[in-house]
Each structure stands twice: as structure tokens, then as C-alpha cells.
């Protein structure tokens, strides 16, 4: 029974979290006001929570502040690309649900599957710049190969967000908190997603270097 209310308990540990979560939603959403700051918010949201979920944290708020200015060029630059392209496909598959020929109906399904591929891209691509550095053409391209490839943790991800944001619609005010539960959720998963590439640098590294020395 101690040991339950002992606060290093996985348990307890783990519901610290999730409030830390929606607290770093309000501050997320605040720093999302300006619109064109949106990607360097969540850039910044999943640089803290994906050291939360391997229990690296440190302070949330300075954690999120710093990431928010080193990842604010590229993050910018990627919302605004995505935000230019979701606009188009929904403007797209707007206008093709009302126009009843076989050549519409094509194009309105056709502008769906566009547009379920945008979202998973939307999905990776914050959390990977968090993460890695490199270049915004092959943080998309790497986005998208990702979500393919782990195509079973993606759909879970979707799920799981369809559901959260469904079921908050029930107690509107709890929308507020959305964005930090599902980036807490999501970084667990991403984490596991991301070591199996951070091993593979790590194998290729090694193996370079003793090429090296070999030579």
C-alpha cells in the first residue's frame, strides 16, 4: 500500500505526465496565436514531450522555449508549405463533391487519398524535426517513407486521434487540452519509431569508423 502513494511509482509518474500535458497545451496553443508560428509550436511541443516519455525531463517551459527558437526557421517554413497545400486539397475536394459526373466523383476520392497522405506527413514531420536536423525536402520525403514503412503505428496514431478529439467534443472545454495529450501518446510511440533509425546511424558509424582504422 506505501508504495502506491510513493510519487517515484510508475503510476504516479505517469499521471504527473499527462498533466504536464495538458499544461503544456494552454502554453502550446498560446505560442499557435500568431498562425505562422504553428510549426515552431509543435516542433517545440514534441522536443519536450518526447524526452518526457523516455523520462529525460527537464523544465517543461524552458525546454519548450528553447526548441521553439531553434527549430522556428524550419518549422515556419514547413507550416506554411503544409497550410498552402491543406488549403488547396480541401478547397479541391470541396468543389469536386458537387459535381456529379463520374470524372468528379473520381477527382473527390482522388483529393481524399491526396489528402489522408498530407495528413500523415503532417503527423511525422514536426516530430522529426524535433528530433534529427536536416534538410525540409528531406524532412518531408522522410516523413512520408516513415509513415508507409510503419504503417501499423500510423494508423494506430490516427485512431487514436479520431477518438481523443471525439470523445473531448463531448466537454468542449477539455478541446483545450488535445494538443498536449495527443503529443504525449504519440511521442511514446515515436520514440520507438525513431531508436530503430538512431541504432541503425549508430551500427553505420561504428562500422565506418572501424573501416577507418582498418585502413
Known sequence: MNSFFDLDNPAWRFVGKFFDACFLSVIYLIFCIPIFTIG???????????????????????DFFKAFKQNFKQGTIVWLILFIVGIVLI?????????PTTKGLFMYYLFWIIFLFYSVINLYIFPLISKFEN???NMFKFSFIMSIRHLGWTT??????IVIILSATRVPPVLVFIPGILAFFNSYIFNHIFDIYIRKMNENNLTDSTNIEQE
Open 40 to 62: 515552431a509550436a509543435n516542433s517545440a511541443l514534441y522536443y519536450v514531450f518526447l524526452k518526457l516519455a523516455k523520462d529525460e525531463e527537464g523544465y517543461l517551459i524552458r
Open 91 to 99: 478547397v479541391d475536394i470541396y468543389y469536386f463533391k458537387f459535381i
Open 135 to 137: 534538410t525540409t525536402k
Open 156 to 161: 494506430l496514431m490516427m485512431i487514436l486521434a
